[in-house]
C-alpha cells in the first residue's frame, strides 16, 4: 500500500501498529473466523475502558462493535423507536451516512444548520426546529443527531439542555471524534447513545466496521440482538422482530485491537499537525485554521481544515487550493456539502441560518493522517502562501 502512494500525499490514510496481524493470528489459530468471537470481546472492552478512563459515573457504559458506523447509528435509531412516519432531526453539516440510516427506518430528516465556532449544530437553531415541528406537525421528533464534525466536538452540554427540556434522545455522531473531549469528557459518551466508525480513514481502523455506544448492558444487548438478525431465545429460529447482520467480525476486531495499541500515538500526531498548521497560518490573511473554539474543547483534529476568504487572498479560492494542490500530487477536500442542499434530501425540512453554506463555499480539509509528516505540513503552508502571491 506505501509503494503505491509514496509520492502522493493522502488527506487521511489507515496505519497500521504492527500488532495487527498478531491477534489475526490467533484468530485463525483458533478457528475464530467468524462475526464474534475474542477479538470482538476484547476490542469492546479495550473501547470502554478508553471512553470512560477518569471518569467512574460512566462505568456502566457498554460498547457494542458492528460492521460499520452507519450500522451503528441505523441501529441506535431502531433501539431509539424511530419508525416510519417519525421525523429526526439531524446535523445538515455532515456526511450523507449521519442521515441516510433515518430513512432506512422509513422517516424523515429534518437538517438543523451550525454554529460558526464548532461549525456543529446550534443549540439555538435545534430549539426553534423542535418548536416549529411541534406547531406544524402536532408531534415531537423522535430523535437528535448532532454530529462532532473532523473531530470538533458538539456544544454538547447546550444540545443536551434542549434535547432535555423537550425530552427527546440524542443519538451523538462520534464517527470522526474517537478521542475528542468537550470539558474533560470524551465525544460519543455525553448522548443517550453514540457512534463510532473505524472506516479505513477514520481515527482508527477496522478496515470496516463501527460502534455504538450504549448507556448500560440491556441497551447493548437489545443492540448485539437486532445486529445478529434478531433471533429469540428458541431452540429453533424463532423471529420476532426483522433483523440484521451488522455484528463485526473477529478479524476485523482483531485490527481493531492492534489499533488501540496506537490510539494514543495517532491521536498526538494529529493534534500536533494541527497545531502546527495553525502556527503557520497565524499570520497569513485570508486564510483561518479552524481550531477549538474555546479551552474546554480539545479535537482530536481528524482532519484539519480551514476556510479560504476571497476577499483578503486576491480571488484565490479553496477550490483553487485544491486544484492546485492536485497538481502536485497533494490530496485535499472541500468541506461535506450540507445535507440540505443535497438533491437526496431536497423534499426534508430544513432550519438553516447560512453558517454550512458558507463553509462549505470556503473550507478545505488538509492532509491530517499519521503518514503526513511536519515536514510536509511546512510543504502545504509553503505552497498556499505561494499560492497567494501569485
Ligand atoms: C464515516 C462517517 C459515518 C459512517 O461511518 P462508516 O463506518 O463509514 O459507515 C457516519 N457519520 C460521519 C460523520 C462519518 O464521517
Redesign the pocket.
Known sequence: MNSINQKRILLCLAHMSGNELRFIDEAFADNWVVPLGPNVDAFEHELEEFLTKGHPELSQLRVAAV???????HLGLILLGVEKGDEVICQSF?????ANPIVYQGATPVFVDSEPDTWNMDPELLDKAITDRIAKTGRKPRAIIP???YGMPARMDRINEVAAKWDIPVLE????ALGSTLAGQMCGTMGRMG?????G??MITTS???ALICPDEETRRRAVFFATQAREQFPYYQHEHIGYNYRLSNISAGIGRGQMTILDEHIAHHRSLAALYAELLADVDGIDFHGNPSPEFDSNF?LSTITVDPQLTGGLTADSLRRHFEEINVETRLL?KPMHMQPVFSGCPAYTNGVSTHLFERGLCLPSGPWVSHENAHMIVEEMKSCLRR
Open positions: 460492521s460499520a458506523g452507519t450500522a451503528a447509528i455532515t456526511f450523507s451516512a449521519s454530529v462532532h464534525l455522531d462520534a464517527a470522526e457512534v463510532l466508525s473505524f472506516n480513514n477514520k470496516g466496521g463501527g481528524w461535506w
